[in-house]
């Protein structure tokens, strides 16, 4: 009833190729925007948009990059955060080389790189797939930890490995409230994720897919594995490179090499699992939960129990719950949860009337 | 069905709970001072945030319970959990730095990367970042960070002590050289330096000697190196830099790096798992526990217990020594854990070395709250005030004799310049019971610390433009 093809009809090919053919999807979009833009910031406050929405969204264009390699193109890799790191400092370096380079351009810079160590990076997908990849691609997390940390010059020569990031300014205008970087980071991550909204919808996108299917089929049907791979390798580690960029721009302001350590990559598998594979929507679903749960549970047991119980027993007992969430989720939609809101809009389809 | 719907009901209070409770901030309470407690309890470092927050919230609650609070000022605390990770320390500064009547008074990572992703914060929230015995060295330049106190002793400093005590200990085998392989060896040299039998400082032996510096590949392991380099050129010693990847569990490799280099020494920056790890690897290669020389953070009964018999002799550096038979400890016992309202779940830790830092953070916190009261008055104070209390904080001798914690620190007096203190540095030796002391306080030295501190944190302020403030102006 609210949500139904029916009756809607295409009639050129401009409107047949949209990225969101429905109406109702198009104003879902327009409305989440909206609210993003113009509401969150009206009404939350700073803790809202520094510490939790930021770090929210730059999770889940992490998560968008790696589901691009792994939903879509079925390679499985352990190195989402080095590519995160290989981001971050490839934006500080830029600034600090090259000072006066325009902001967005810097982190374009960055994601390229990024880009290009993903592209090494990903050779071996060409011969090994499956878990045996993904015990490959754990050598790029600990070899890029590793040489940041190992040579000085990545982070000019700081006794301590730590960047500190540069100022954020384009046009004059510069980004340091809360509320400005939020702003910011969410047009880079709008803009991004509809650009893999509609890649995947692209020539590339299918030959990704058919790629994760069944490789030899689509090898059979004239898809070079090499470039198909490559690319998606290319396109995954950029987007995780801008989102280090940011995470150490717009949202942590200093980082080293650990701020990026494997448990960030098992964080940012974990969202798209939970999430969902090979789903736009997933992505930011996965980051959510993972990101945001445990402050969640934590507020919320601060608030339920206070000092009734013992503060250890409390930590303990949100790790518990948040493992037990995410048993339950599993168990209930192994697809992820991106599947429960396609089986949501299936329902609305039939609505009031299910047969 | 039904199951899932209240499971899912469940899911959406919590959910609910949750963001009812970050949104709206918590009811100001009149005459109270907040400490937010950015702790961690879970995760591979909670023996050590156990430890230390269990120490730091009793001394708050006797505090409270004995006199009342601060001057009639009762303090309050909120946990936050961290799980050690800077994201999470991040998001509860942002949680509770508005907290309590007058905001947060200061905050305390025990953590280093924190530290660094706070440091532009401070400076808009003004609000003081106290890191004890922690956290970058250069911070201690108070005319570049006025809102950082790397209070007591920073990793510069401490290295500083810890050559000296390495010199003292080569001074006591050059005279003394059938102390040589002994196992009480640190001990009797302790006994020969008190006796005043040591002649000269040893800084001269140095020359020629090979000292390994095994650390935490992260920015808190890899601090020291300036400070090593200035002072391996100074006294003509050697020093090869062996890095440990997180978190420390495997450690062959470098030990048997470290066979080939016969070192005289071995310097161990080590944090968590890694502290017993290398202790039982050194064990491994036959390498002498007492020639192994930790810092503070690999200095408690947590580090050497997993190591075993391993462990015996091994040498650490002592922010504060163990034990509960100061008298403010044994007022903690008698007023809250014979009641049942100690914050330690494990009363037996009570006196141990991670729970007696802990007292010194509640020490040196209450301390500053109480000196900016001198000056604003006694009522709740803002993090602004406070500041001014950490700057102009002094403890002495007779003050800690008041406390009640007499030698549980030494005395320490900030400065508008110099938010550090410089204390010295005592150091404990680890029998197979207990840690027992086998120096007395080492001062640490400044003439080698201090421009290079000055010179990092002007490189900082010209990298973030920062002003440097004129402390002849502070009052």
Known sequence: MIYRECGQFKTSYGSDQAIFPIPQDRWGVMLALLIAFMVIPAIANEYWLGVILTPFLILALAALGLNILTGYCGQLSLGSAAFMAVGAFAAYNFELRLPGIPLLLDFVLAGLVAAGVGIIFGIPSLRIKGFYLAVATLAAQFFIEWSLTKFGWFSNYSSSGVITAQKMVILGYDFDTPLRKYLLVLSIVSVLALMAKNLVRSETGRAWMAVRDMDVAAEVIGIRIMKTKLMAFAVSSFYCGVAGALWAFAYLGTVDAQTFDLHRSFQILFMIIVGGMGSILGSFIGAAFIVLMPIFINLSAHALFGNAIRPDLLSNMELIVFGGLIIFFLIVEPLGLARLWQIAKEKLRLWPFPH | ?475
Not at chain 2, 131 to 145: H, K, L, N
Not at chain 2, 304 to 311: E, H
Not at chain 2, 419 to 439: D, T, Y
Request: hydrophobic letters at 35%; one cysteine or more.
């Open chain 2, 1 to 475: 069905m039904t199951l899932k719907k209240v499971l899912v009901s469940c899911l959406g209070a919590a959910v609910l709970g949750g963001i009812v409770a970050g949104g709206g901030a918590v009811v100001a309470q009149s005459n109270e001072q907040f400490i937010p407690m950015l702790s961690y309890r879970v995760g591979p470092y909670a023996a050590g945030g156990t430890g230390i927050f269990g120490g730091f919230i009793d001394y708050i609650n006797l505090l409270n319970e004995r006199d009342g609070g601060i001057n009639g000022v009762k303090i309050t605390y909120e946990e936050c959990e961290t799980e050690y990770k800077p994201d999470r320390a991040l998001e509860c500064y942002e949680r509770l730095k508005n907290s309590g009547p007058t905001g947060a008074s200061m905050f305390n990572f025990v953590a280093t990367p924190p530290v660094y992703a706070t440091m532009d914060r401070t400076l808009e929230d003004k609000i003081p970042v106290v890191a004890i015995g922690y956290g970058p060295a250069y911070t201690a330049d108070g005319r570049v960070f006025p809102y950082i106190f790397p209070l007591v002793t920073t990793y510069w400093s401490q290295n500083t002590a810890k050559i000296k005590f390495i010199a003292l200990q080569e001074q006591c085998l050059a005279q003394y050289p059938d102390l040589e392989g002994k196992p009480d060896r640190a001990a009797q040299c302790f006994e020969h330096a008190k006796k005043g039998e040591l002649q000269g400082d040893g800084l001269d032996k140095l020359k020629g000697k090979k000292i390994v510096n095994l650390y935490h590949d992260s920015g808190y392991g890899k601090e020291t190196k300036p400070i090593l380099d200035a002072q391996a050129e100074k006294y003509g010693f050697q020093v090869v830099y062996i890095p440990v990847p997180h978190p420390g569990n495997e450690q062959q490799s470098q030990w048997l790096q470290i066979r080939r280099e016969k070192p005289d020494w071995v310097i161990l920056r080590g944090w968590g798992v890694m502290n017993p790890t290398a202790i039982t690897q050194a064990a491994r290669i036959k390498f002498p526990a007492d020639r192994i020389v930790g810092v503070w953070w690999s200095g408690a009964e947590e580090d050497v217990v997993p190591a075993g018999d391993a462990a015996i002799g091994f040498i650490a550096a002592a922010l504060n020594p163990a034990g509960d038979q100061f008298p403010a400890i044994k007022q903690i016992e008698e007023l809250l854990y014979s009641k049942g309202k100690g914050n330690m779940q494990d009363p037996s830790r009570v006196g141990s070395v991670y729970y007696n830092r802990g007292i010194i953070h509640g020490v040196l916190n209450t301390e500053a709250i109480r000196k900016a009261q001198e000056k604003f008055g006694n009522k709740p104070l803002t993090g602004e005030q406070v500041r001014w209390g950490l700057e102009n904080l002094e403890i002495t001798e007779a003050r800690l004799k008041e406390l009640g914690l007499e030698g549980v620190m030494s005395p320490i007096k900030i400065s508008c310049a110099d938010h550090e203190g410089g204390a010295p540095v005592r150091f404990h030796q680890w029998n197979g019971k207990q840690w027992v002391l086998v120096s007395d306080w080492i001062a640490t030295d400044q003439s080698l610390v201090r421009p290079l501190v000055e010179k990092e944190a002007a490189n900082y302020a010209k990298e973030k433009n920062l002003p440097i403030r004129d402390c002849s102006k502070e009052s």
